[in-house]
Each structure stands twice: as structure tokens, then as C-alpha cells.
Nanobody, 126 residues
Framework: QVQVVESGGGLVQAGGSLRLSCTAS????????LGWFRQAPGKEREMSSC????????YYADSVKGRFTISRDNTKNTLYLQMNSLKPEDTAMYYC???????????????????WGQGTQVTVSS
């Protein structure tokens, strides 16, 4: 059974930093595409950052480019998101996604084929 668990969210002032972590079990962690998505109240879930199997290819939404850094440690089955220079508009529930398809070579996990965590709340105060 695939299990995805996020941690590291919290309340931070604008300009501050947070580091999110995500562990995934029950799948070949080093052979799947991973990503961070976020959903603000009243809005649709959107892609934030994605990373390839080896970590060699990274993808960012324009809204977080230059401020967020996605990385993975395949020896620890852990995905990270370093968030710097946080803004109030970054306030959202952040979800980790792992695309179950080991033959998939897309840039980001697809919604329908991914395992999702429960999310971790990030709140940025102004």
C-alpha cells in the first residue's frame, strides 16, 4: 500500500522561510516522478514544483521560481521543498504527489495516477 506523508508546514511572517518534507513508501521511490502542489481556499489545486527521478530535471511554476527549491534524497525516500522569501499569496495547503507509473517520463506527476498525501498547511502573515 502506497503511503505519502507531508510535514514541515506552519505559520511564518512574510519574507520568512519554511522547509517541507515528504516521505513515500510502498512504491519504488527512486523510479517515480515527484512534485509539490498547493491549494489555496476557494482555488483549484495547482502545481508548484516537480522533480525527475534522479533530481536532474526541476520544474517550477512562475509564481515560485527563484524562491522555492525542490530536491529529493532517494536514499531516504524523502522529497523536500525549501521555501524562501515567502509571501502571503503562498498561503495554501501543500500536497506531495508521487506518480505511480514507473514508465512515466512526464515533467510532473499526473493527478489521476498519483498517490497523494493529506497535505501540510502553510500560512504566511503580512
Amino acid at each position: 500500500q502506497v503511503q505519502v506523508v507531508e510535514s514541515g508546514g506552519g505559520l511564518v511572517q512574510a519574507g520568512g522561510s519554511l522547509r517541507l518534507s515528504c516521505t513515500a513508501s510502498g512504491l519504488p521511490f527512486d523510479d517515480v516522478v515527484l512534485g509539490w502542489f498547493r491549494q489555496a481556499p476557494g482555488k483549484e489545486r495547482e502545481m508548484s514544483s516537480c522533480i525527475s527521478r534522479s533530481g536532474g530535471a526541476l520544474y517550477y511554476a512562475d509564481s515560485v521560481k527563484g524562491r522555492f527549491t525542490i530536491s529529493r534524497d532517494n536514499t531516504k525516500n524523502t522529497l523536500y521543498l525549501q521555501m524562501n522569501s515567502l509571501k502571503p499569496e503562498d498561503t495554501a495547503m501543500y500536497y506531495c504527489a508521487a506518480d505511480r507509473r514507473t514508465f512515466y517520463y512526464g515533467a510532473c506527476p499526473a493527478y489521476g495516477s498519483s498517490a497523494w498525501g493529506q497535505g501540510t498547511q502553510v500560512t504566511v502573515s503580512s
